[in-house]
């Protein structure tokens, strides 16, 4: 049973840092390619968007509007993947989910909140 546990998130003054971790179950983790979505505010599941993913061989991809502020990373003897965060803006406010696709399925975290607010 796949399993995806993310925690991290909170509320952060814009410019902020945050750093979201994602905890992996129930798969040979360092062989998948890992990635975080987010849900803004008003969204719907269907309009989730790919902030980064990671490659089982550590290659990375980041989204536009994250590139040059959020970083990628996967520690494959904790099965875990996190997404730093810096420079927050107050757009990045969104749910954010961790991801895998296994056997053709999508697999999600339950997701956690980020809330860039003055």
């Known amino acids: 049973q796949v399993r995806l546990v993310e925690s991290g998130g909170g509320l952060v003054q814009p410019g902020g840092s945050l750093r979201l971790s994602c905890t992996a179950s129930g798969i040979n983790f360092k062989l998948y390619t890992m990635n975080w979505y987010r849900q803004a505010p008003g969204k719907s599941r269907e309009q989730r968007e790919l902030?980064?993913?990671?490659?089982?061989?550590?290659?990375?991809n980041y989204a536009d509007s994250v590139k040059g502020r959020f970083t990628i990373s996967r520690d494959n003897v904790w099965n875990r993947v996190s997404l730093q965060m810096n420079s927050l803006k107050p757009e990045d406010t969104a749910a954010y989910y961790c991801n895998v696709r296994h056997r053709g399925s999508p697999y999600w975290g339950q997701g956690t909140q980020v809330i860039v607010s003055s």
């Open positions: 902030v980064a993913n990671i490659t089982s061989v550590g290659t990375t």
